[in-house]
């Protein structure tokens, strides 16, 4: 653990909040879960995620949503990616 990334997003609507989940299940378990506010539309947006779980896993997802309104209304979700352990 202990690895940061970031996660890369450009809001093409309006609204107040983002909400940003990681799972290694198709989201049936999440690794990473929080809401940040809004920036411009149509700008770049980035968060830092810290503290990387040093797991394996082929399977990671990161879905982005507007958890102010229908979770389903405004969503978009990552290809899945692998998460490579840590040496130590």
């Not at 653990?1 to 990681?22: C, D, E, H, Y």
């Not at 896993?57 to 990161?62: A, G, L, M, R």
């Not at 949503?65 to 998460?83: G, K, R, Y």
């Amino acid at each position: 653990m202990g690895s940061t990334r970031q996660i890369k997003w450009t809001p093409l609507g309006t609204f107040t909040n983002v909400r940003i989940r990681a799972s290694k299940d198709n989201f049936s378990t999440l690794v990473l879960d929080t809401i940040q506010p809004q920036a411009l539309q149509r700008f770049n947006q980035t968060y830092d995620w810290a503290n990387l779980p040093d797991a394996l896993s082929s399977n990671v997802k990161v879905r982005i949503n507007d958890p102010d309104h229908q979770p389903t209304l405004v969503i978009d979700e990552s290809p899945a990616f692998t998460i490579l352990a840590g040496w130590t």
